[in-house]
């Protein structure tokens, strides 16, 4: 494999891995990335085999330790999540 085709399928796999991570289905990133379920599933498939992961936890930790990837990556994308409107809180009565 060349060394651009490697670099894809990390670049690949890391972006569906950020997703993943934040907590979007395969659906979602499926959706969010204009890409088939198939192609996300593929994709990790892939860079699993790249990194020699058993499963996404275990490509996290390899991406996180490498440092190809952030906690503040994850979060960043997290906060994608998150609704959009505030929601206010009421607080508790005195007794």
Request: hydrophobic content about 40%; charged content about 25%; proline content about 2%.
């Amino acid at each position: 494999m060349s060394r651009s085709a490697l670099r894809s399928q990390i670049r690949n796999g890391l972006e569906v891995l950020v997703l993943s991570a934040s907590g979007y289905t395969d659906k979602q990133i499926s959706e969010k990335l204009f890409l088939s379920a198939d192609t996300i599933r593929t994709r990790m498939k892939k860079f699993y085999s790249v990194v020699r992961a058993k499963n996404r936890h275990h490509a996290l930790s390899v991406a996180l330790v490498n440092g190809w990837i952030t906690l503040g990556d994850l979060a960043d994308t997290m906060d994608n999540l998150r609704p959009s409107k505030t929601v206010e809180t009421q607080e508790a009565p005195d007794d």
